[in-house]
Every structure is written in C-alpha cells, then in structure tokens.
C-alpha cells in the first residue's frame, strides 16, 4: 500500500468531475517537478496542460518556491481593507511595467472567476459614475467560459454550464460563437474566415440601443470550450464597434495572460487593447490562488472622482495576499530573467508542425493552433457525445501524458517552458493514443 495514497475517496465533492467514475478509477498527482508530475504509483506524467493552464515557468521553479517559502514566515496574512503590505503594491507597480503601460491600476481577487465578476462590476459602476446608469447590459459570447460566478456564468456561453443554475442575471445577450468548420478547418493561427461575425454586435447594439450597455466580454482565444481562435481581423471588428458606442471592452485572459501566446497577453499578439483585462493562473505560476483585473486609467479616475469614502465597494478578504504577491513577484522575475515568452515564441513553429502532423490520424477532423495552445477536435462517437475524447484522457494518462479534453476536442496547452523533446514526447504517445480509440 502507497502511504501517499488517501485513506477515502468518498468526502471530496471534485469540481467539474464524474465523481463516480472517478472515484472508481482514480487518478492522483503526488508530486511535480519542471514538465512532469508523478502519479500515486510513482509514474512520471509529462504535463501536457500546465496543470489548468497554470503554470507556465513549469513545476515547483525554485524560485517561487522559495518566495512563498519566505513570505509565509515572514508576514502569513494582512488585510489589504484599509490596511497594505509592500509587496501588494510593488507587485502591482511590476504588473504595470509587464503590461508596457497600457494599464495604470490592478484590483486583486482569487481567481479567474472572481475576476470577471470584478470586471463586470466595475464596468457598471464606472457607467454610473458617469451619469449613466442606463447602461446595465453586459454583452458575451456563445462558447465562452467566464468561470463560474454568477457574473461569468451569466455572459458565458457554455449551455451545460448554465443550465442547472437558472435564472442567471437579466440583461445579457450573447454574440455568436466563431467556430466554422466547413471553412476554417486545420488552421494555423488566426483562421481566414469569420471576422465579420464582429458585426453581429451592430445588431446587438441596434436592437437594445447603446445607452443600454455596459460591456461586452469575450476570450482572445476561446480556451474551455475546445480552443477556437479568432478569426482574422474580428477582434479589431469588435474593439471598433465598442468604441463607436461608448461600450467597454473586457478581454478574460485567464488562460491567455502571462505568455500563452509568446507575448505578454493576447492583447499583445492580436494588437488590440481592451478597456478591462482578467487574469488569474500564470500570474503566480499556479503556486498560490490569485486573480487580477487590469484597468486603463480612465476607467479607475471615473471612480476616484466619487465624494470622499470607498470608491468602489468591492473585495475579497483574500485580495492581494501576501503569498500570491510573493509567488506573483517571483513569476515575473522568472519570466524576466530566464526569456519565458522569448523561448515559448522560439517553440511556437516546432510545435505548430508537431501538432499539424497529427492531421489524417484516426478520427481527428480539426487541428487548431495559436502560440504554444493547440485544439484537436475528434469525431463523436455516435450518440455518445464527449466519450470518445474522455477515453483518450484516460488512456493518454495511462500512457504517461496529461491532456485536457472538453467534448470531444483535446486541449493542449504545456508549460512554457517545455523543450523539443517534450513536443516529440506529448505528440509521439498522443498518436499512439489516437491509432488505439475506438
Ligand atoms: C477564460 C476563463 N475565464 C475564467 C476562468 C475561471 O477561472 P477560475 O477557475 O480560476 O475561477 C477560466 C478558467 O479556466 C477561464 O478559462
């Protein structure tokens, strides 16, 4: 008996999980280290999806390590209500300059999905502090994952998501998805076709009148629900139109923040700026729970421009806790100082091929790709939606590769720091994985 292995199964209600089948045939990490972790019977697993997008410096980097190491000695807790600590401060003074200046403010939370609840609720407030008010609907997309409050919930896209959980916040209408695979199949990078899906948010706007919205909010690059990537040019589409009506544009970068692309945020590589940006994941490298919403100046003046006293009445007891600056100050130093985004754009066209290679495979209809972020879309199996993917899951643990798989398309999305022979690794047992399914 594995004295790593826990004495029951049965307490732990998992998130997003079949608990049942899980708890049937269980599947358990013990430790990480670099682009492996090792399961329970002392199996190395290359981590093919850094975690959940997380971890892009890869696994216990010494560096952060030590940063948590000596933060939680040294200060474990301080509320950031009313009160501060150095490191909150200068972590956000570093996450300016990571961002070239194109934001002037960062307001902490927990997670991604706090963070989108924070960007949507400044995006409402700072309307009202304008004078107006009228401007309460909040616009998202089909397909898209904005996390689970009932913000992100409520402009996410994601039918099984929502349908428990009723009725979800008025007001909110939703963009068409951009998948379109009769023409933009096996694409790399940006697909051709699909930008004037961007004009759609004319309609939206004509039909409630622009006084009457807030925001609109989408993903640069969709991520949970099979990565789709933008089409060319529909992200510009979309800033344009915003602009012309007055409306704020979020980007929830969750996923594609801190180098996913090779650039500091999606932003970067499609050269668009929002109004408001989410992140949570990489910030800290996954080492300790922190999300941060990014916001251009104006935004942040409206509200300090409020008679004197809390300007904006929101925050989580957790917002800008001393470990996840720690764990945060030391991402970005990594990142610095060992080139992460300068060796994930280096990767970027090996990997590409890698991934592309798998193409006339058994099954596989779609391959997307966009910096170090690859989909591979499967044919259902008839009548039985998402299983085929699941059972590639499970064999591609078996065989020793972490993937992620949402329906039936494979999301893959490793570390940043990964080498070559990582990619020959993931993709040589994913083809493996592929000849072997039914
Ligand atoms: C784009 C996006 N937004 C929000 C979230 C929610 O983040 P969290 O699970 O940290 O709440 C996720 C999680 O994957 C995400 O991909």
């Known amino acids: 008996m594995n004295e790593a292995r826990p004495a029951s199964l049965s307490s732990f209600w998992m998130p997003f999980t079949n608990n049942r089948d899980f708890k049937a045939h269980p599947r358990l990490l013990v430790s990480a280290k670099g682009m492996y972790y090792k399961d329970v019977d002392g199996n190395d697993v290359l981590d093919g999806t850094a975690g959940l997008w997380c971890v892009p410096c890869g696994h216990a980097q010494p560096r952060i390590v030590a940063a ?12 950031t209500f009313q009160m501060g600590h150095p490191a909150a401060f200068d972590l956000a003074e570093q996450l300016m300059d990571y961002t070239g200046h194109k934001f002037g403010h960062v307001f902490y939370t927990n997670s991604g999905s706090e963070a989108v609840d924070t960007a949507l609720k ?9 004078g107006e008010g009228g401007r309460t609907r909040l ?16 402009v996410g896209g994601i039918g099984p998501n929502r349908k428990a959980f009723g009725p979800l916040l008025p007001g909110v209408d939703h963009l068409p998805h951009t998948h379109d695979l009769a023409r933009n199949a096996f694409s790399r990078g940006e697909p051709a076709s699909g930008a004037t899906l961007a004009d759609e948010l004319e309609r939206l706007v004509a039909l409630h009148d622009p006084s009457t919205i807030a925001a609109v909010i989408v993903e640069p690059v969709a991520g949970s629900t099979g990565v789709l990537v933008p089409p060319r040019g529909y992200l510009k589409r979309l800033r344009e139109i915003c602009t012309k009506h007055g409306i704020l544009l979020i980007f929830d970068e969750v996923i594609t923040g801190f180098g996913r692309l090779g650039t500091p945020f999606a932003a970067d590589y499609f050269d668009v700026e929002p109004d408001l940006m989410t992140t949570a994941k990489g910030i800290t490298n996954g080492t300790v729970p922190m999300g941060a919403v990014f916001s251009k100046r104006f935004i942040h003046d409206a509200l300090m421009d409020a008679p004197p006293g809390i300007e904006l009445a929101h925050g989580y007891t957790y917002s800008g806790h001393p470990l ?4 945060s100050l030391a991402t970005l130093a990594v990142f610095r100082e060992q080139g992460i985004l300068e060796h994930a754009r280096a990767l970027q066209p090996y990997w590409e091929d890698a991934v592309h290679a798998l193409r006339g495979l058994p099954h596989v209809i779609d391959i997307r790709t966009v910096g170090l972020v690859a989909g591979i879309e499967l044919e259902p ?6 299983a085929r993917a699941m059972a590639a899951f499970k064999q591609a643990f078996a065989d020793g590769i972490l993937i992620r798989v949402t329906g039936d398309i494979i999301a893959l999305s490793p570390p ?23």
């Open 122 to 130: 400044m995006a409402l407030a700072f309307h009202r502090a304008r």
């Open 139 to 154: 616009i998202g997309r089909e397909r898209g994952y904005h996390g689970v409050g009932f913000g992100g919930l409520s």
């Open 381 to 386: 199996l008839p009548g039985k939606p998402g």
């Open 324 to 327: 996840a600056c720690a764990a």
């Open 68 to 79: 948590v190491g000596e933060m939680v000695g040294q200060l474990d807790f301080a509320p």
């Open 416 to 438: 940043l720091v990964l080498e070559k022979t990582h990619i020959d690794e993931l993709f040589g047992k994913l083809a493996d994985v592929l000849r072997r399914l039914d």
